[in-house]
């Protein structure tokens, strides 16, 4: 049978709606904030996109409006390479919106969901099987999923997508939990410092923490393998039961919107073409790199070329 190489993302498009401030405002005062812009974003998107640009055939299935703004994120995804066919505009219900306060290169987001938790297992599966009816996503596909979406509606089509032969990808991002039974389908979660304490109850400060919630992780998902990301840290991994840490790019932090997103949908890419594990990490924390350098969330992602030119310069 021939392995496809391709990806497809279940989850969350949003209109990002981005306010710089010099700190954070606390409970009932207002604040004076600068440089707001509106950009493409939501996780699921976001992914999809850092696949599409690293060079892959890349699939959405999501769920906007029939607004503004769910056409502006179904363009952009279309001008960045990614399928839409499975994106559905609904009446009656707001594209997702993320409101994101900057401060000192860091980011506090509020989202609304909108259509982004309306879509079904079922819609899901059946945009999965007419996917594979078309010979888009099968053997070897890697499927990537996060938790913006209907969390019953993620479950069913992870568990769908590895029974079509796919790698699962699961990033519960916001923290969230999965049944027992479909983390199961899991062959590998990537996910943040504080969504691995949400998760496994272990925070990774340190070799020995990192190593204990890696370890967690792989037990949580029956074998799967495990990836935290760990900011300006690197992200780490256990190769054969040994810790192994990929450093951060060391760079001017703009914006760091979208990184971990960047890393997860560069890390899918790499993966659907058959790389390891480490080359993975490699390629996907050059892409989070770069991306960090940039404002906006799919306005930052990088090409792959932009990768290679912006390692080769420095
Ligand atoms: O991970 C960044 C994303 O989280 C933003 O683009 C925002 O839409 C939220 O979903």
Redesign the pocket.
């Known amino acids: 049978m021939k392995r496809q190489q391709s990806v497809v993302v279940f989850g969350?498009m949003?209109m990002?709606l981005s306010v710089a401030c010099e700190r954070m405002p606390r409970a009932g005062e207002t604040i004076a904030g600068s440089d707001f812009f509106t950009a493409a974003?939501?996780?699921g998107g976001?992914q999809a996109v850092a696949a599409a640009r690293r060079g892959v055939a890349t699939y959405m299935i999501a769920a906007v409006g029939a607004d503004s703004f769910g056409d502006e994120l179904t363009r952009g995804l279309e001008a960045a390479g990614v399928d839409c066919t499975h994106v559905e505009h609904l009446a009656d219900i707001p594209t997702?919106t993320?409101t994101?306060l900057r401060s000192g290169g860091d980011n506090r987001?509020v989202?609304s969901a909108g259509a982004n938790t309306v879509r079904t297992g079922e819609d899901a599966v059946r945009s999965l099987d007419a996917l594979a009816a078309a010979g888009a996503v099968g053997m070897g596909s890697v499927f990537v999923a996060q938790g913006?979406c209907d969390l019953s509606a993620t479950a069913e089509a992870l568990v769908h997508a590895h029974r079509l032969g796919c790698f699962t990808i699961f990033n519960p991002?916001p923290a969230c939990q999965l049944p027992a039974e479909a983390w199961q389908e899991v062959d590998l979660v990537c996910l943040n410092e504080t969504e691995c304490e949400a998760v496994t109850g272990i925070l990774p400060v340190d070799d020995a923490s990192c190593t204990a919630a890696l370890r967690a992780l792989e037990q949580l998902t029956a074998g799967g393998t495990a990836v935290i990301t760990l900011g300006g840290a690197g992200s780490a991994a256990l190769i054969e039961d040994v810790l192994m840490q990929v450093p951060a790019q060391d760079c001017e932090v703009v914006d760091t919107?979208?990184a971990?997103?960047t890393y997860i949908g560069v890390f899918a890419a790499a993966r659907a073409e058959g790389e390891t594990l480490f080359e993975c990490m490699m390629q996907a924390s050059l892409a989070a790199g770069l991306a960090v350098t940039r404002l906006g969330?799919q306005p930052s992602i990088p090409t792959w070329d932009e990768v290679i030119r912006w390692a080769m310069s420095r």
């Open positions: 969350s949003n990002d974003g939501g996780k976001n997702g993320a994101i987001i989202l913006e991002a919107t979208a971990g997103d969330a």
